[in-house]
């Protein structure tokens, strides 16, 4: 009966302590999850931030090389202005692939993208009235209406401002969502190590 009894502690002990591996295996695997999508996400984030980055700055140089011509009237100046009507669009889709699960940033993506479609029918409207500028007598009071009404009023900075501002609001709430995922993944690992030396010390004392 004594002999039994021992057997059945001795199976009974490795029982839990098998259980225990097994736990402690599944909640590493568990963390090893976690951490490859957290590495996925920084990655996408960090393209995120990457694209917004370039779409920006295409965008600001389409914008110098605008005000370059109309101080100038040298068509140089419209070279980035140029480049930037084709390359623009490409970054605005590589966006939106990038953040097509976050509609929040979609949404301010896409006022991003309003606000220049609106700023490029105003730059259009007001290069090719400089390049007519002395053509025509007409040409020239066509200029100085839109340099009125327009140049003079400050409504193309108004829109790069507002340009800027969602840009700073897109960049803001990624580098928020990297926050948060970073401090999940921390304590994710942190629980882990903890569980890890609570079964560890299980398994001891029962073995």
Not at 26 to 33: I, K, Q
Not at 135 to 161: C, H, P, V
Not at 176 to 186: A, P
């Amino acid at each position: 009966r004594s002999v039994l009894k021992l057997s059945s502690q001795i199976l009974l002990a490795f029982s839990i302590v098998l259980l225990l591996s097994i736990v402690d295996s599944y909640t590493n695997y568990t963390l090893s999850v976690k951490v490859k999508r957290n590495t996925e996400f920084l990655n996408r984030s960090e393209e995120i931030i990457r694209n917004s980055g370039r779409l920006h700055k295409a965008i600001i140089e389409m914008q110098s090389g605008f005000r370059g011509f109309l101080l100038t009237s040298d068509t140089n100046f419209l070279d980035k202005y140029d480049e930037g009507i084709l390359n623009v669009p490409g970054f605005f889709a590589k966006q939106r692939e990038l953040i097509v699960e976050n509609k929040p940033q979609l949404l301010i993506l896409e006022d991003i993208y309003k606000l220049h479609l609106q700023w490029i029918d105003y730059s259009d409207s007001l290069i090719d009235a400089r390049k007519k500028l002395t053509a025509s007598e007409a040409y020239s009071q066509m200029y100085n209406r839109l340099f009125e009404t327009k140049l003079k009023k400050l409504i193309g900075k108004k829109m790069n401002d507002d340009i800027t501002a969602k840009f700073l609001e897109f960049d803001r709430s990624e580098y928020q969502l990297r926050s948060v995922r970073s401090d999940r993944l921390i304590a994710s690992i942190e629980r882990t190590h903890t569980f890890s030396f609570i079964f560890l010390t299980l398994t001891f004392i029962i073995g």
